[in-house]
């Protein structure tokens, strides 16, 4: 429920970001890069304070997987936006193009940033980490695998018509939006597999 | 909700250990506290070398620490 619901609410602040008819007083990227700055500093607040308090805070590899769901969901629900928006002619030196690019480019470094932020230096993995992160790996591979396949065929099975008017623009975007699809599956699973053996109290 | 057949006496071995915290344990073995609080719930079955090191902190043998749940079941 958490996991669907941190998703849903970054792949929101993604879609308006990239919404036309919001006139946003910064350019949209800044507007994400301060989003996201604030909910890292909030969640490394709230998650102290549950250290402190509850001893339920999640650990560093955890941690780092929440970062990734919430600033891969934005960014995802961003460029997909604005490529619905832009069509599939899309060409490199449009206005369009730049503003997309602009604003995802802004959006990775305030992800970076956030990441900073929610960083500790006492980085630590462990077996379990590495355990989790497998499974969820597997699957990964077998999402992008699927989705790469659907595309080579999509592809290969579109009119020449329709095919002339995608440009590459365009279809690059789509690969990477197969990447970003699969590194969302493997975020979730991460966070499953966390939930799934996290314990209902600690001592 | 245990699931995993493999059960452990951390918790117990802990506080025999002047109430050792999970913290001071995970740092000691090199792992996460979290994975000590899976390990007490019973959600994780560490790996061979984890559960050594476990044992060793506690100058206990791997056995003494870990259990077969059947076993237990049958020896009560």
């Known amino acids: 429920m958490r996991i669907a ?5 970054s792949a929101a602040v993604g879609v308006l970001l990239a919404a036309p008819w919001i006139d946003w007083p910064l350019h949209e990227g800044y507007v994400g890069v301060i989003l996201m700055i604030g909910a890292a500093l909030l969640l490394r607040r709230y998650w102290q304070r549950g250290a402190e308090t509850r001893g339920d805070e999640p650990g560093e590899p955890e941690r780092e997987v929440w970062h990734g769901l919430a600033s891969t969901s934005l960014i995802g629900a961003q460029v997909t936006t604005a490529l619905l928006l832009a069509g599939p002619g899309l060409s490199l030196h449009s206005p ?6 602009i604003t995802a480019w802004t959006l990775v470094a305030g992800a970076v940033i956030s990441w900073y932020i929610l960083h500790r230096s006492e980085v630590q993995r462990d077996e379990r980490d590495r355990a989790i992160a497998a499974n969820a790996d597997k699957a990964a591979h077998t999402v ?9 065929v999509s592809l290969g099975f579109n009119p020449q018509q329709r095919l002339q008017a995608m440009s590459h623009v365009f279809l690059g975007h ?6 970003i699809a699969a590194s969302l599956v493997r975020h979730v699973l991460q966070l499953h597999g966390y ?5 209902d109290h600690a001592g | 909700m245990n699931t995993l057949p493999i059960g452990n006496q951390l918790r117990r071995l802990r506080f025999d250990h002047d109430e050792m915290t999970q913290d001071a344990l995970a740092k000691a073995c090199g792992i996460t506290r979290q994975t000590i609080i899976a390990l007490e719930a019973g959600r994780y079955a560490p790996s061979l070398e984890l559960a050594f090191r476990l044992a060793r ?8 620490v870990f259990f077969w749940r059947e076993e237990a079941n049958a020896s009560d």
């Open chain 1, 195 to 199: 939930r799934r053996d996290a314990a």
């Open chain 1, 5 to 9: 619901l941190v998703m849903l609410l």
């Open chain 1, 144 to 152: 992008l695998a699927v989705l790469i396949v659907i595309l080579a």
């Open chain 1, 174 to 179: 789509v690969l990477l939006l197969t990447l």
């Open chain 1, 96 to 101: 369009a193009a730049h503003r997309l690019g």
């Open chain 2, 57 to 64: 902190v506690f100058g206990k043998r791997v056995d003494e």
